[in-house]
């Protein structure tokens, strides 16, 4: 077995510990995930503060509920609608949190520019959720794109552990609005499919089903 192999066995070991510890506790899953976003409201205040060492640690103990929430109700035959509705819902929030205390970082220190670099950061990493949000109501899936949720947190936590947050969210500015953009262009190409698609008539109805666009179908039966 390889060092990477033993390592992630390891984990997975621990990780499948804590599950089976929290499943016989009876603990909601909804609760872990609300728990999850009370640590990382911590991670924002030591941000708002300029500890970022500390948060970058506090935000991988936050990483552990988010981990671990969904499994503890698979291990429970628990999951519900609701609860991956809920999951996702706070993570936003919790996305949003650790940025504003950057935000509020930055802004004690009078470095506007990087206000304005954690304001874009904020708007891309909203706007990639939402763009597959929005995009999954006409399509059925639009996964596409590299700078989901889980880059973006390895990204902070490496700024924060290594102080190069600066670095660190340039790359999450830039990268998640690239995935915003190849995801409404994703969207658009299956959406044309769509629309070039027959509109066939319902069976039995003894009509013939037409391809002309609407104003040649008006021309044709004027």
């Avoid at 991988?60 to 671990?68: H, K, L």
């Avoid at 936590?157 to 915003?180: D, E, H, K, Q, Y």
């Avoid at 658009?188 to 066939?200: C, G, H, I, L, N």
């Amino acid at each position: 077995m390889t060092y990477t192999r033993a390592i992630g066995a390891g984990c997975k070991y621990i990780l499948d510990a804590i599950v089976r510890g929290l499943a016989l506790a009876k603990i909601n899953p909804n609760v872990l995930t609300f728990l999850g976003l009370v640590i990382n409201i911590i991670a924002a205040v030591l941000f708002g503060y300029g500890h970022f060492f500390i948060a970058g640690l506090v935000i991988i103990g936050a990483g552990i509920f988010d981990m671990v929430d969904g499994r503890v109700a698979r291990y429970t035959n628990t999951v519900s609608h609701f609860g991956g509705f809920f999951d996702s819902v706070l993570d936003r929030y919790s996305d949003l949190a650790l940025y504003f205390g950057l935000l509020v970082y930055y802004a004690s220190i009078n470095r506007e520019f990087y206000v304005v670099l954690v304001a874009v950061v904020m708007t891309g990493s909203v706007m990639v959720s939402y763009a597959r949000a929005r995009a999954e109501n006409t399509i059925p899936s639009c996964k596409v794109g590299f700078m989901e949720r889980p880059e973006r947190i390895v990204l902070v936590i490496i700024g924060a552990l290594f102080n190069r947050m600066a670095a660190c969210l340039w790359v999450i500015a830039v990268f998640s609005n690239i995935t915003v953009i190849h995801r409404i262009r994703h969207t658009y190409q299956q959406t044309r499919e769509m629309d070039r698609r027959p509109a066939f008539a319902p069976i039995g109805s003894g009509q013939v089903p037409s391809i002309l666009p609407d104003s040649a179908e008006a021309e044709r039966t004027r």
